[in-house]
């Protein structure tokens, strides 16, 4: 199992501002994954982090709200960028096994925009 | 795409009780996990199991692929047990890793 930091574990943030969240992973791993989780809902999937390439983003999430690094096989970020209440959210990174495809999550990071 | 039905969206016990958590999806799948997640937001890995039953203390699951639904059994719950249970899946080819997931059974144990 991938054993994944994640932080910071909460904030509150002003509206207008950035949050960029970390997510250290104890092996390398080629696949990491952002999810966001509204108040009372199911995770949604932001994009897929490859190392060495643009992420991918699902339908409904564009780059420049949401830009993401992915500098080597343990590390990345996830910028929540030109903040509204509306992004208050849990934010998890999330990484996949190679060979049996479990996946493992972080704490989640907890953002509330005032 | 696939589509994952969790049920019953909510539930409540009295401690000590039984209780069945069931996951159909709409597709064959080659990945299932239930995830718990609890009241501070972490997602806590419980079972991945494609296939096949597990067990694990007082937690269980069954999963059969072939009518495509899993169940999660908890017996003699706790009120740690409290917090919502998640069912995802996903059909991963190539570098495919998408996890669909459903909404979730939200769990509350009394005392």
């Known amino acids: 199992s991938a054993v994944i930091s994640q932080k910071p574990s909460r904030d509150i943030c002003q509206r207008g501002t950035s949050l960029t969240i970390q997510c250290q992973v104890d092996?390398?791993?080629?696949?990491m994954f952002w999810y966001r989780q509204q108040p009372g809902q199911s995770l949604t999937l932001i994009a897929t982090a490859n190392q060495g390439s643009e992420a991918t983003y699902e339908s409904g999430f564009v780059i420049d709200k949401f830009p993401i690094s992915r500098p080597n096989l343990t590390f990345s970020t996830l910028t929540v960028s030109n903040l509204s209440p509306e992004d208050s959210s849990i934010y998890l990174c999330s990484v996949a096994g190679v060979m049996n495809t479990e996946a493992f999550f972080g704490q989640g990071t907890r953002l509330t925009v005032v | 795409g696939i589509q994952v039905e969790q049920s019953p969206p909510d539930l409540i016990l009295q401690e000590g009780a039984n209780s069945t958590l069931r996951c159909n999806f709409s597709d064959s799948v080659n990945n299932l996990q239930w995830f718990h997640q609890n009241p501070w937001g972490q997602l806590i890995n419980l079972f991945y199991i494609p296939s096949g039953t597990k067990q694990n203390g007082r937690l269980s699951a069954t999963t059969v692929a072939t009518e495509r639904y899993s169940l999660l059994y908890i017996s003699s719950s706790q009120t740690t047990d409290s917090g919502v249970y998640f069912c995802a899946v996903g059909h991963n080819a190539g570098n495919n890793r998408k996890l669909i997931w459903g909404l979730g059974t939200s769990l509350a144990v009394n005392p």
């Open positions: 092996s390398q791993v080629t696949m």
